[in-house]
């Protein structure tokens, strides 16, 4: 019986190997786009990120293909900003002077 040998690889190698997997984790997509995972979870709940959910519906695991989060990264590089709506300042009433 012989032992097991171990590989040694270096982060290149790694990264290389997850660029070959089809769907990523949530965790993954949100170190790919450097935000935070509850960001990551409201971009698939507000439908701008495709996921698809391998868990259950009370406890879903989300799973996210490279191919749609490239789409994605594509469309946010290339969308402008949504427009924020500006408060009005408030005007005050016109003074009325009562003309005798």
Do not use: C
């Not at 171990?6 to 660029?19: G, K, P, W």
């Not at 409201?42 to 391998?54: E, K």
């Amino acid at each position: 019986m012989s032992k097991a040998s171990t590989v040694s690889m270096d982060r290149s190698e790694i990264d290389a190997m997850s660029e070959t997997r089809l769907m990523l984790s949530t965790v993954e997509v949100a170190r790919r786009l450097g935000v935070s995972l509850d960001t990551v979870r409201r971009l698939i709940a507000y439908g701008h990120l495709a996921a698809v959910n391998v868990g259950t519906r009370t406890r879903p695991r989300w799973r996210v293909s490279v191919a749609d989060l490239d789409a994605f990264k594509q469309r946010r590089e290339t969308a402008r900003p949504p427009a924020t709506p500006r408060r009005q300042a408030r005007r005050a009433a016109p003074i009325r002077r009562w003309v005798r």
